[in-house]
């Protein structure tokens, strides 16, 4: 064999070996990559949707192996992390639910001699006034105290098939007085047929109770009151209309904000202690369904409460 012969095979050889070092480089850092890509894919499945899951990472490469096992550190301490703060929201909640109990009881008894004050001088304005406020801190405290009870799980929400046409229906009764008192137009469409819904009654008629009242005390410029309730295959849905000032487009995704008040230099849009809209939302959520706005200035505002249909 010639020595070019010779020197073309060891060339050929040098080469099959360079080719097969830069494939099985090429092939550990696709794989480096893919299990990269696997790790990256995993935490953000977890971090969006806060589950308690670990990363877990088969390979041999003792690097992977190591960040996998730093990573899963950093969620079990996130795991901690989250764990106390709803420990400590809880607990949070829990005391202004006592607070707020705790208020009540001396408001009350200052509401008492208030109203015994009163019978002896019923055209004093001072003791007028003095009650009128105090009513209105009872009914801040009140509300506080639902809200608090709702956020700390312990309002009991049971559960029943509730004839949704009949509810509707008391409600708009109930206000039937003050409507007519403010001349209000009041448009009901209720089917004949009867719907039944998932739900509590006391839960339902608070959520109806504090949308009809939103109406009447801050769409009260457009002296209009719609209700109408209508279903489609899974849910049922009860709009509460009214052709006030409205709510600008701006605010609209903070209504159902605790403490959530809009205020211009010309007027207030939204009064109160902004709370009633922030429990019928939590009140809906609970009994499965929602709450959503609609609104366009001065023409219509409709809140629509979402609710799960219960099958005949």
């Known amino acids: 064999m010639s020595d070019k012969t010779i020197i073309f095979f060891l060339v050929l050889i040098i080469i099959m070996l360079l080719l097969i070092i830069l494939y099985q480089r090429f092939v550990f850092t696709r794989g480096i990559q893919t299990k990269l890509k696997q790790i990256s894919e995993k935490l953000e499945e977890i971090l969006e949707t806060g589950s308690d ?71 004093n304005e001072m003791l007028k006034k003095v009650e009128s406020k105090a009513k209105q801190v009872m009914d801040l405290i009140n509300q506080f105290f639902t809200l608090a009870k709702l956020e700390a799980g312990d309002t009991n929400i049971n559960l029943c098939k509730i004839n949704i046409n009949e509810l509707c229906r008391e409600n708009v009764l109930s206000f039937y007085d003050i409507l007519l008192q403010k001349d209000f137009t009041v448009d009901i469409s209720i089917p004949e047929t009867t719907i039944f819904v998932q ?114």
């Open 53 to 123: 899951e670990k990363v877990m990472v088969f390979t041999d490469n003792k690097v992977l192996m190591e960040l996998g096992g730093q990573i899963n550190r950093l969620l079990i301490d996130r795991q901690k992390i989250k764990a106390d703060f709803k420990r400590e929201e809880i607990s949070s909640k829990k005391m202004l639910a006592n607070i707020s109990h705790d208020i009540k009881t001396p408001l009350t008894v200052i509401l008492g001699y208030l109203e015994i004050l009163r019978l002896g001088n019923a055209d």
């Open 199 to 312: 739900g509590d009654k006391d839960a339902l008629q608070r959520i109806l109770f504090n949308l009809i009242s939103n109406v009447i005390r801050y769409g009260n410029d457009g002296k209009y009151l719609g209700i109408f309730l209508y279903e489609d295959k899974a849910n049922v849905f009860i709009d509460v209309t009214d052709k006030g000032k409205g709510i600008k487009k701006e605010f609209a995704s903070n209504v159902f904000d605790r403490l959530y008040t809009m205020e211009d230099s010309r007027n207030r849009e939204i009064q109160g202690n902004g709370l009633g809209l922030t429990i019928a939302k939590n009140l809906a959520v609970q009994l499965g369904g929602d709450i959503f706005l609609d609104s366009i200035p001065n023409i219509k505002t409709t809140f629509t409460v979402k609710l799960k249909k219960i099958s005949y």
